[in-house]
């Protein structure tokens, strides 16, 4: 793959991007992917630190030069520092820290003004992953040990359109859409270890395996409980005000998505 690298320009396949600040000028880059917006892609420099040899700085940046997402790794190649995204004007957007390849520490969110949005914590990799939308809770994720385990929700936390299960990284589960009240057609959907499968399979694999979670008809209904994090979890007053007001799902369009309506 080709690549130039000067104090100020690095110029792959053609194109020409400012050299994203805070990188120092002897790191070698190599490109993974691109759009017509942004390029992702790795850097090799020096840490400076006694205790590591080397590090890798994982950077998302426009052509002028604005590093939008950030990691770090230590000698091993484990995440370990500071994770990253920004919004266009490079505040931080969101943050959680690394330790020797584990997610460990509180996972933030702030919005463009950089108010906290919410703050919750990881602890060796296990947590509940949440993101917002504006003020709007919107996919909410139970990991374990770095992989989705449990529950994922997308859309209100207590009014999904969609939701599904996951165990130890694979889809197992029940796998539901909707729209309005009502169940998509062809759900709710069976999967074993990232497979679709029927019902009277999933049944009978359940028994072999407790971990799998259970089918209860009426968890075809859309309505949920406010999942326990939130008790745990600071968020901002409108934040939380939005969490709790549950909103119409007869006014939502499509699947229900709030970019549908």
């Not at 205790?51 to 994982?58: C, G, N, S, T």
């Not at 072999?208 to 600071?234: D, G």
């Amino acid at each position: 793959m080709r690549k130039h690298q000067s104090r100020r320009h690095l110029i792959i396949k053609g194109a020409r991007y400012t050299w994203p600040q805070g990188v120092p000028p002897s790191a070698i880059f190599t490109e993974e992917r691109r759009d017509e917006h942004s390029m992702w892609g790795k850097f090799d420099f020096p840490h400076g630190s006694a205790r590591v040899a080397w590090a890798i700085q994982e950077d998302f940046w426009s052509t002028r030069g604005q590093v939008l997402t950030e990691q770090y790794f230590d000698a091993l190649g484990r995440p370990h520092g500071l994770e990253l995204s920004r919004h266009k004007d490079g505040s931080t957007q969101w943050q959680v820290a690394w330790v020797r390849g584990w997610m460990h520490g509180l996972a933030r969110q702030f919005d463009e003004a950089g108010r906290e949005l919410y703050r919750t914590r990881f602890i060796h990799g296990s947590g509940v992953d949440l993101w917002l939308n504006g003020r709007e809770v919107t996919e909410l994720r139970e990991m374990e040990r770095n992989v989705p385990h449990g529950v994922e929700r997308w859309g209100h936390p207590q009014l999904p359109y969609e939701e599904c299960h996951f165990v130890r990284g694979r889809r197992t589960g029940i796998f539901r859409r909707w729209t309005g009240l009502r169940l998509d057609p062809g759900y709710p959907k069976f999967l074993i270890d990232d497979r679709e499968v029927s019902r009277a399979t999933y049944l009978r694999a359940r028994k072999r395996n407790p971990e799998t979670p259970a089918y209860k008809p009426h968890e075809n209904m859309r309505r949920r409980p406010l999942h326990a994090v939130f008790r745990r979890t600071w968020l901002r007053k409108e934040v939380r005000a939005n969490l709790m007001r549950i909103p119409d799902p007869e006014e939502w369009i499509g699947c229900g998505a709030p970019e549908d309506s």
